[in-house]
């Protein structure tokens, strides 16, 4: 089988589980909005949709119609980093699953209060308090590694991480107002997106 083949279907699995999580976890709290206090704002949601965007242009490119965009094949990597894509892709698929699976009725896209909602340090929150979105950036590079596209790999990781800037200072309050110094010792001991050094060479 040729190998740009084999990428093209890594590429379409890796989409799919990613989707398939989602969907389930999401479908699981649909109607805690009911329950919840909104805390998310309209525009700092914006460079979020735009990463969403752009990848799925250029991933349905490279899906059906592969070299329409020939541009942004311009910088051609090497076979290896592309495997590494895929390493990338599915470590980051596995921690997206973990992340959701430890997070249960906790989870939901939006930044909100919600009254059924808990503390969860177990899992990887149990060493960062961000795996979701370390998954997404894990995915979204590994994705583009994978593809050879050099606008999968680094225009969305751009946006996605102006969104994080706008978004995680006003998450990490609306935690401390939840859970109030609990939470704020947590802080202390976890990273945001990777291990605390320190706490690596404590274990």
Known sequence: MDQEIIFRILFILSGVAMFA???YYQSKVRGDLRRSEMRDSGPRLIPGSIAALVTLIFSAEYIFF????????SI???TWLRYF????????????????HHLGK????FVLLKEDQGLVESGPYRFIRHPIYTA????????GLLASN???????????????ALRIDGEEKVMVEKFGDKYVHYMKHTGRFLP?????SQR
């Open 136 to 143: 997404y950036f894990m995915n979204y590079v590994g994705g």
């Open 21 to 23: 999580i989602r969907i």
């Open 196 to 200: 605390r050094i320190n706490f690596i």
């Open 150 to 164: 050099w606008v999968l790999t680094f225009v969305p990781v751009v946006f996605f991480g102006l969104f994080i």
């Open 76 to 78: 051609q990597f090497p």
């Open 106 to 109: 906790s989870f939901h896209s």
């Open 66 to 73: 592969p070299g329409t965009f020939s541009w942004a094949y």
């Open 85 to 100: 894509g895929v390493v990338l892709l599915i470590a980051g698929i596995s921690l997206l699953w973990l992340a959701h």
